[in-house]
Structures are given as structure tokens and as C-alpha cells.
């Protein structure tokens, strides 16, 4: 199956930085390729959100409240997706998830694979 593993959270301050990263492996199978790469956050009590998503030719898609805070990033070779993020606000804390929209040799068509989220606390 295909593993999507993030990493990166934690707890800081307001105004600082983290920086996320998320890798998507084959376990038994072989990645032909991943199309869009994607960061989505889940606050309590609310509904899961998109941040940013990154295209494989590049381009890019950001929620308004994280634009010219955030930026996404992907290393293809690595199949490996970043966020980082600064000046970090309170309203930023949220389990953050990873997505991968992955072509395998098993399954002819591409799917979403998620990762397992991953705690972003921001303090004031």
C-alpha cells in the first residue's frame, strides 16, 4: 500500500516558524507517480480545510489565510512534500495532514492517500 508520513509539528509561539514534511512511499507496490501534493488542517469542532496545495508541473494553490505566510514546496525525486510556515498565528493551531494524489503499479488510476495528521499548536 501506499504510506503517507508527516512530520514537523510541534509547539511554538506566535510569530515563529515550523517547518511540516510529508513523504509518501510504496510499501509492496511501486510509485509511478504523484500528481497534486497537498497540506489540509483540522481545527476542534471544525471541518478539515485546504492550505496549500502544490501541482506536479509546479504550480501552486493557497488558502487566503495563509497567503504570503506559508509556502509549499515538493521535492519529486524524494516524493516528499514541505510546508513552511511563518508568522504563525494562534488560529493556525490545527492537526495538519498530508495528501497525495499517487499512481501506483497496482491500481491503473490515481487515488488520495493521507497521512496521519500531524499537532500544529501556536501560542499567544
Known amino acids: 500500500q501506499v504510506q503517507v508520513v508527516e512530520s514537523g509539528g510541534g509547539l511554538v509561539q506566535a510569530g515563529g516558524s515550523l517547518r511540516l514534511s510529508c513523504v509518501a512511499s510504496?510499501?509492496?507496490?511501486?510509485?509511478?507517480?504523484?500528481?497534486?501534493m497537498g497540506w489540509y488542517r483540522q481545527a476542534p469542532g471544525n471541518q478539515r480545510e485546504l492550505v496549500a496545495v502544490?501541482?506536479?508541473?509546479?504550480?501552486?494553490n493557497y488558502a487566503d489565510s495563509v497567503k504570503g505566510r506559508f509556502t509549499i514546496s515538493r521535492d519529486n525525486a524524494k516524493n516528499t512534500v514541505y510546508l513552511q510556515m511563518n508568522s504563525l498565528k494562534p488560529e493556525d493551531t490545527a492537526v495538519y495532514y498530508c495528501?497525495?494524489?499517487?499512481?501506483?503499479?497496482?491500481?491503473?488510476?490515481?487515488?488520495?492517500?493521507w497521512g496521519q495528521g500531524t499537532q500544529v499548536t501556536v501560542s499567544s
Open positions: 502544490i501541482f506536479s508541473g509546479g504550480n501552486t
Open positions: 495528501q497525495a494524489n499517487v499512481r501506483t503499479s497496482v491500481v491503473g488510476s490515481s487515488l488520495d492517500y
Open positions: 510504496g510499501r509492496f507496490l511501486r510509485i509511478i507517480s504523484i500528481n497534486n
